[in-house]
C-alpha cells in the first residue's frame, strides 16, 4: 500500500552509538520532514528537505545527520546517541504548496541508555 | 523565526459542550498557512483544519472551526458538541508561505468528561 513507513519502530541502544532511523513514502512528495516529540515541548522540527539532494535544518539539529540521495528516502542518523536523544521521532511528507497537510509516519520510540 | 504559542497545556470540556483551545504566532511575514492537527493516544498525526493567512473568512470542518485574527496573530480552535472521540492533544502548526517548513507548538492536552 502507498504510505509513509518508518523503522524501526522501537529502538533500545546506548550512549556514544550510531543510529539510524528510516524514512520511506511512496507519493513522490517534494517535502520530508523529522520531527522528534517529547513531553512538554510538543514537536520540534530537527531537519527538513525540499528535494533530492536538497536539506535544511531545522530548530533543533545538532547531533543528527540527514541524508536524501532519492526522492522516496529520508534517514535521520544519531551519529553519537546521547541520553537527551531519548524520544519519539516522527517522519512526514507533503507535496510542494504550504498549504497542503502533512502526513506523518508513526512514529519511532528511540530510548538511549 | 517563527514562534507559535499554546499557552493552554491541558484542557477540560463536558461531554456535548464547547471548548476553544488558543493559539498565538509571531511571524514577520504576510503570506502564511496555519494548521490545526489532532493526536489521540495511537500517536497518529490528523489534520483538523488549515487557514490560508489570506482568507478572511474563518476556516470551518464540521464541528471544528476556527477564529482567525490576523492583527492580533491568533488562531484559535473551536470544537463544538465536543465528544468523548475528541479527547486528544492538539497541536496548532505555522507555515510561511516562503518557507517549506512546519513550526509546531507546544501542543494542548484535551480531556472530553462523559
Known amino acids: 500500500d502507498a504510505g509513509i513507513t518508518q523503522s524501526p519502530r522501537y529502538k533500545i541502544t546506548e550512549t556514544g552509538r550510531q543510529v539510524t532511523l528510516m524514512c520511506h513514502q511512496t507519493w513522490s512528495h517534494s517535502y520530508m520532514f523529522w520531527y522528534r516529540q517529547d513531553l512538554g515541548h510538543g514537536l520540534r522540527l530537527i531537519y527538513y528537505?525540499?528535494?533530492?539532494?536538497?536539506?535544511d535544518k531545522g530548530e533543533v539539529p545538532d547531533g543528527y545527520v540527514v541524508s536524501r540521495s532519492k526522492t522516496e528516502n529520508f534517514p535521520l542518523t544519531l551519529e553519537s546517541a546521547t541520553r537527551s536523544q531519548t524520544s519519539v521521532y516522527f517522519c512526514?511528507?507533503?507535496?510542494?504548496?504550504?498549504?497542503?497537510?502533512?502526513?506523518f509516519g508513526s512514529g519511532t520510540q528511540l530510548s538511549v541508555l | 523565526a517563527q514562534t507559535v504559542t499554546q499557552s493552554q497545556p491541558e484542557m477540560s470540556v463536558q461531554e456535548a459542550e464547547t471548548v476553544t483551545l488558543s493559539c498565538t504566532y509571531d511571524t514577520s511575514e504576510s503570506d502564511y498557512y496555519l494548521f490545526w492537527y489532532k493526536q489521540p493516544p495511537s500517536r497518529q498525526m490528523i489534520l483538523v483544519i488549515r487557514?490560508?493567512?489570506?482568507?478572511?473568512q474563518n476556516a470551518t470542518e464540521n464541528r471544528f472551526s476556527v477564529n482567525f485574527q490576523k492583527a492580533a496573530k491568533s488562531f484559535s480552535l473551536k470544537i463544538s458538541d465536543s465528544q468523548l472521540g475528541d479527547a486528544a492533544m492538539y497541536f496548532c502548526a505555522y507555515c510561511g508561505g516562503s518557507q517549506g517548513n512546519l513550526i509546531f507548538g507546544k501542543g494542548t492536552k484535551l480531556s472530553v468528561k462523559p
Open positions: 512526514a511528507s507533503r507535496r510542494d504548496s504550504p498549504n497542503e497537510k502533512l502526513f
Open positions: 528537505s525540499a528535494a533530492a539532494d536538497i536539506t
Open positions: 487557514q490560508e493567512a489570506y482568507k478572511q
